[in-house]
């Protein structure tokens, strides 16, 4: 084991060394991939030094999320207290179901869970679990949303035309669930947004309406706090009372945004989301933990224990219940999660996972600012108070520039769509950031496009036009 983390330690440094020089890896063709790095297993074993030749290789040719230049996803960054979390729970290797396997991880994972229930709003019989994920979060919630329907469906199935709602704007995540659920994905419909990519209440109420004069069983409303593409955040108060009215359950798919809950500045975004009977928040996204770290809740306990409770006496055999969360789990062994948020959060303090959250919204701010101050090169198309910054640069298809910037191994970033438009989509989600990283991030997509007129014609031709 020691010489397996010394040569931990070496290729770990090769890689940070790597990183600063190469913020982007060399551009690796898909279709050549198992030509260059050396990806094939063989019969006979390695020696040691052509071992860590072939593994420094695979590392230093993979994608770098955590680097100042890349932006293309909904993580990104190091937080280096929280990898030592995550490292430490891989030594360990607990599975994260008994008492008894577990120990003081089993604590402190619910230690993580109180507080998060609380700043929600939670009643203190909550219940909550770390899932493999956000989607897998928010499959949690329709299918405790699916049991409270009728206690008959987790013994007989589904035997009507159940409804869920979501926004336009959410997660593709939920027609998926809706399949894996037994709810079908054309009964899942979508409910129109406003100019923001919001969710409008009246128009959810109106297709509840429709469905309910139709004869089918309206059961469940996804609403999402961030959502994926413009980050904005559905208007949970008023989309609560329009479940009160039909008696539907609330889950609000927070695995984006729902991390404003530690900033006071920022938590109105989410206002009622106490409101809500399940929420779901990834701290692997804006809060920087490694993949992956699902947070779920249901705002009582008990319905968690209906849906995902099985007795099993060669596992469960001792302590109780709530020492033994693989009674409210989709999982049989379950990694620990938790600790690399633990980590971070002993660490920084509560105060400083609100830093956290500020900071990206600073960020974003910084953005739009400078995108507003050049509206003859930028155009601009999201708003106030998201992380995610939306623009098109002197007219150029985001997909081209996208492309271009990460084969040329400049920076890596995504593009999205709302409605007609399609931009390119600068999110905040490494605080690591600082402003100078974002300007920079602006004057090497602009030197980017000005050094290639061969590859940007259109946005040399406007320039010579004015
Ligand atoms: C990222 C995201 C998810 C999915 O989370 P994973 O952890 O990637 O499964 C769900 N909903 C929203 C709004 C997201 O942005």
């Not at 198992?34 to 297993?41: G, K, Q, R, S």
């Not at 033994?324 to 999660?337: E, F, L, M, V, Y």
């Not at 002197?394 to 995504?414: D, H, N, P, R, Y």
Request: aromatic content about 10%; some cysteine; glycine content about 8%.
């Amino acid at each position: 084991m020691k010489t397996d983390l010394e040569l931990f330690s070496s290729i770990v440094a090769e890689l940070l060394k790597d990183e600063k020089e190469h913020p982007v890896a060399q551009h690796l063709k898909a279709e050549k991939m198992f030509e260059i790095v050396d990806l094939d297993l063989s019969d006979e074993p390695m020696n040691e030094d052509a071992f860590k030749t072939s593994i420094t290789e695979l590392v230093t040719r993979t994608p770098k999320t955590a680097t100042p230049a890349f932006f293309n996803q909904l993580f990104g960054g190091r937080k280096g207290k929280a990898v030592l979390g995550e490292l430490l729970a891989v030594m360990l290797n607990n599975s994260m179901y008994t008492y008894k396997v577990g120990g003081p991880m089993i604590g402190m994972e619910q230690a993580i869970l109180k507080e998060v229930a609380k700043m929600a709003g939670y009643p203190e019989d909550f219940g909550g679990t770390f899932a493999p994920g956000g989607s897998m979060s928010n499959m949690m919630g329709m299918i405790m949303a699916r049991d409270r329907y009728h206690e008959d469906i987790r013994m007989q199935g589904v035997t009507k035309r159940m409804i869920a709602y979501t926004s336009a704007e959410s997660h593709y995540s939920v027609p998926k669930n809706a399949a894996f659920t037994g709810i079908g994905r054309e009964n899942v419909r979508y409910v129109n947004t406003d100019e923001q990519g919001r969710m409008l209440p009246q128009h959810l109420d109106q297709l509840i309406q429709e469905d309910l004069e139709n004869g089918h069983a309206p059961f469940m409303v996804n609403a999402t706090a961030g959502t994926t593409v413009l980050g904005s955040f559905d208007p949970i108060e008023e989309i609560s009372a329009v479940c009160k009215k039909h008696k539907l359950w609330l889950h609000v798919d927070g695995a984006y945004g729902g991390t404003v809950i530690f900033s006071d500045k920022y938590k109105y975004l989410v206002k009622g989301l106490e409101l809500s009977d399940s929420f779901s928040v990834n701290a692997h996204k804006t809060l920087g933990t490694p993949l992956s770290c699902s947070l779920f809740f249901a705002k009582d306990k008990r319905f968690l224990y209906d849906s995902f409770s099985s007795e099993a006496s060669y596992l469960y055999q001792t302590d109780e219940d709530d020492l033994n969360p693989g009674k409210t789990s989709i999982q049989c062994g379950r990694r620990n999660d938790a600790l690399k948020f633990w980590t971070l959060w002993k660490a920084v303090g509560t105060n400083g996972l609100a830093d956290i959250v500020d900071h990206e919204f600073a960020l974003a701010d910084h953005a739009r600012e400078y995108i507003r101050s050049k509206p003859e090169d930028y155009t601009f198309y999201s708003f106030d108070n998201s992380i995610a910054v939306c623009f098109n640069y002197k007219g150029i298809s985001a997909k081209k520039l996208c492309t271009a910037l990460f084969e040329q191994a400049e920076l890596m970033v995504g593009y999205g769509s709302f409605g007609d438009d399609e931009f390119v989509r600068l999110v905040m989600v490494n605080s690591e950031n600082s402003t100078e990283v974002i300007d920079q991030f602006f004057a090497k997509l602009e030197a980017f496009v000005e050094e290639r007129p061969e590859l940007f014609p259109e946005a040399h031709e406007s320039a010579n036009s004015h």
